[in-house]
């Protein structure tokens, strides 16, 4: 499974933003689908998961009620629609994909990765 994320900018405190993330393969319904993000000299941290089908998401504390993720299988994509912008939101995000987990939050269970879009919050 190859990931392409896209999306990312420049934005105000308060904005919104929607990142996609497009996946090659024809399995990628089978595929938990998650968002993490890195900031400057902070480690990779999980933002939102989303399972197969979309039955199920999940989200860190910091966005939730801000973020949402979604999945369209029909078009391989994952999105993840982010409204309330803060400036803490600063970071490159990244999408992954993993086939099972055992904790959807940690970022050494996901399988494959896309290259990262880089999300600025100005104040």
């Known amino acids: 499974v190859q990931l392409q994320a896209s999306g990312g900018g420049l934005v105000q405190a308060g904005g919104s933003l929607r990142l996609s993330c497009a996946a090659s393969?024809?399995?990628?319904?089978?595929?938990?689908m998650g968002w993490f993000r890195q900031a400057p000299g902070q480690e990779r941290e999980f933002v939102a998961a989303i399972s197969w089908r979309g039955y199920t998401t999940h989200y860190a504390d910091s966005v939730k009620g801000r973020f949402t993720i979604s999945r369209d299988d029909a078009k391989n994509t994952v999105y993840l629609q982010m409204n309330s912008l803060k400036p803490e939101d600063t970071a490159v995000y990244y999408c992954?994909?993993?086939?099972?987990?055992?904790?959807?939050?940690?970022?050494?269970?996901?399988?494959?990765w896309g290259q990262g879009t880089l999300v600025t919050v100005s104040s």
């Open positions: 992954a994909a993993g086939a099972h987990l055992s904790n959807l939050r940690a970022p050494g269970e996901y399988d494959y």
């Open positions: 393969g024809r399995t990628f319904s089978s595929y938990y």
